[in-house]
């Protein structure tokens, strides 16, 4: 018997503890800010013994320092992690994920959570809640007394705490509201099967979740023993959401003509404007240029408010990355001018490149983006349209007809030059091309120096072929082949 009562006393008393040093009432500073308080914890007990004896006494005081106080309900936080000005409207809900979506990201239907009450009436089978949301409401709808603060219980009698369940939170901003609706997928990861929850939040919009900018944050939760219903255990679920504005950042890009032609030059200027009042830095962008764009990086040039500021440019490919150590202050506007001079192969791509800014919050180090921004550049032909193509081949003529025929194989390394000093090297198959060739008459000439073992093959057909040149007439936007045939210098004896 005196054991048993021992027990009793025990565990009253830490449940008091954990009440005392949980409870949200507790005053806090006017800006929010936990600080840290003493818990003192102390007891006093009467009991009789078998010959009516009574007893009394008090415990020694035991006072700690608590140091921070965590605060067991989640929150919704502005970007900054500061309290919004007005939570009318906003509303959290808690989700079972659609079992027909494979991704696990859509909504199915809301989780039947156990009704509670507070204050407790005895012996009605109903739980004790726990404030704000003190009869488990599903969705909660969010007030300004406290601020912003929600709670959901878990019902583990119902298997809401067993490892593998999987919910979303939802949390939907007031009609007309400048946030978006955040989703957050919570996993149960571990049970200890004592009074300890493991679980994994992640963000499913890719907005942070908690003060420190995370967006997949693993924690513990307490199982609350209630003491009216044997067996039940609610679980306290902690989250603080932060809610950023969507359009933080904007960015536009512009070309100082809509259609051009190659060998022209466009200058392009790409403008981040800060949306919010919070100054921004750290920015990037990434232009995304189209085919045939020559990026010229001496052309490049940034200003805020008609004041120079120093920008940095890199070319992988055909993305050119843009960087300034200068912050964006609310309102303002970073503008970034660049040159690109346009080549033949430009006729042959999209004319339309685009452009993605990224940078960061001062306050708080969150990531902001914007873009695509895209600008659509027409591209006439001009000259261009009216070239053509030379193709050819230097080969081995073994029947000197001028002609490849099979079994003749192609000299690699021929070197042809053109009549305006272009000079051609053949590939390994003893191919050439030369292509954006103006039309009219055009002469190359095989360098017989790059052929050494090799001399002009005789042609029996075409008496004008026995040359080292060739003469070919190129129609506007055609094509022309241009063939030389070769023989080794020392013949093998042919045999009949």
């Known amino acids: 018997m005196c054991k048993s009562w021992?027990?009793?006393?025990t565990a009253t008393v830490l449940v008091a503890?954990?009440?005392?040093?949980?409870?949200?009432g507790i005053a806090q500073p006017a800006d929010n800010r936990v600080v840290p308080s003493t818990i003192t914890n102390q007891a006093t007990y009467t009991y009789t013994d078998s010959t009516n004896n009574t007893f009394q006494g008090t415990t020694s005081q035991i006072q700690a320092n608590s140091g921070p106080l965590i605060d067991p309900l989640g929150r919704i936080l502005g970007c900054g992690s500061e309290v919004l000005p007005d939570y009318t409207g906003f509303s959290v809900g808690l989700y079972e994920p659609n079992s027909n979506d494979p991704t696990g990201t859509e909504l199915g239907n809301l989780v039947p959570l156990t009704r509670t009450e507070l204050p407790d009436i005895p012996n009605n089978k109903v739980p004790s809640g726990k404030a704000p949301n003190?009869?488990?409401a599903n969705p909660y709808f969010i007030s300004n007394n406290p601020a912003g603060v929600y709670n959901f219980l878990f019902d583990s009698n119902k298997g809401q705490t067993n490892v593998g369940r999987t919910y979303i939170l939802v949390v939907n901003p007031p009609p007309n509201s400048i946030y978006r609706q955040r989703r957050i997928k919570i996993e149960i990861?571990?049970?200890t099967g004592g009074n300890i929850v493991q679980y994994v939040a992640t963000s499913l919009d890719g907005q942070p979740i908690n003060r420190t900018g995370d967006t997949r944050v693993e924690d513990t939760a307490v199982l609350i023993e209630n003491a009216e219903l044997q067996g039940l255990d609610l679980l306290a679920f902690n989250l603080t959401t932060n809610l950023c504005q969507p359009n933080q950042v904007q960015i536009v890009k512009t070309g100082d003509r809509a259609t051009a032609e190659p060998g022209d030059t466009v200058i392009y200027r790409i403008s981040v404007r800060n949306l919010i009042d919070v100054n921004l830095n750290n920015v990037v962008v990434s232009d995304n240029l189209p085919l045939g764009f020559n990026f010229l990086p001496n052309s490049v040039r940034g200003e805020i408010d008609g004041q120079p500021v120093t920008i940095t440019s890199e070319r992988n490919g055909?993305?050119?990355t843009f960087r300034t150590d200068a912050t964006i202050q609310p309102e303002r506007v970073l503008n970034i001018a660049y040159a690109t001079q346009l080549t033949p192969d430009s006729v042959r791509g999209t004319g339309r490149n685009s452009a993605i800014v990224n940078l960061q919050r001062v306050d708080n180090g969150f990531s902001a983006k914007d873009g695509p921004a895209t600008h659509q550049l027409k591209i006439r032909p001009g000259i261009v349209s009216d070239c053509g193509t030379i193709i050819g081949r230097v080969?081995?003529?073994?029947?000197?007809?001028?002609?490849q025929q099979p079994g003749e194989p192609g000299v690699p390394n021929a070197v042809i030059f053109m009549q305006d000093g272009n000079r051609i090297t053949t590939d390994p198959k003893g191919l050439f091309s030369l292509a954006n060739v103006l039309p009219g008459s055009h002469t190359g000439v095989l360098d017989f120096?790059?052929?050494?073992?090799?001399?002009?093959?005789?042609?029996k057909k075409f008496r004008e072929r026995n040359s080292q040149s060739r003469l070919v007439r190129l129609q506007p936007g055609g094509m022309v082949r241009m063939n030389f045939a070769v023989t080794r210098t020392f013949q093998e004896e042919v045999k009949k």
């Open 449 to 459: 120096s790059s052929l050494p073992g090799y001399t002009l093959a005789p042609n």
């Open 17 to 24: 503890s954990v009440l005392h040093s949980s409870l949200p």
């Open 6 to 9: 021992f027990q009793r006393l």
């Open 189 to 191: 990861v571990g049970n």
């Open 395 to 403: 080969f081995v003529d073994k029947n000197f007809d001028g002609e």
């Open 318 to 320: 055909t993305t050119v």
């Open 134 to 136: 003190i009869e488990n």
